[in-house]
């Protein structure tokens, strides 16, 4: 799993890749990991199942057993299932870049909100609010595990 940092610019390469059904396949990888590093931070180890056809709606499932607040970015991780689908199922549409570029936004959004979560473990209890990030407060942060 690469480090947390490195996966918002692998979300725009993978947003910018010239194949949309590679660029896909690899924006579903990075909202896994992404899933996967908020799994970890809360000492499980990540499923492998699936939920709905796809692991990462078993790994938002997983990270959101005893934080409700974890449910803010369920739709999210539809909308990545969601975007995926189109492009997979639908390679020949004129609008597939559009598509990657949504998939893109979104999946950046996944990452956003997790990694603000894993400074403000409150984030999300209203929305997906990052009021506490951006003033600082001092709010209770997750306790990172070290591998």
């Not at 590679?22 to 590093?37: D, K, P, T």
């Not at 970890?40 to 078993?58: H, I, M, Q, S, Y």
């Not at 409700?68 to 539809?78: I, M």
Request: hydrophobic share 40%; aromatic share 6%.
């Amino acid at each position: 799993m690469r480090p947390l940092a490195d996966i918002e610019s692998a979300i725009e390469a993978a947003g910018a890749n010239p194949d949309p059904q590679a660029g896909a396949a690899e924006l579903l990888a990075l909202s896994e990991e992404v899933l996967e590093h908020w799994v970890t931070a809360k000492g499980d180890v990540p499923t492998n199942d699936e939920r709905e056809g796809f692991r990462l709606l078993a790994l938002h499932r997983q990270g959101a057993k005893g934080d409700p607040s974890f449910n803010a970015c369920r739709e999210t991780c539809r909308e990545v299932a969601y975007h995926f689908n189109l492009i997979k199922l639908e390679p020949d549409a004129t609008e597939i870049t559009d598509r990657l570029q949504m998939m893109m936004m979104v999946s950046s959004h996944l990452y956003l909100f997790i990694s603000g979560k894993m400074q403000v473990a409150q984030l999300g209890d209203f929305c997906c609010s990052s009021r506490p990030i951006r003033t600082g407060s001092e709010a209770e942060t997750v306790k990172i595990k070290e591998a």
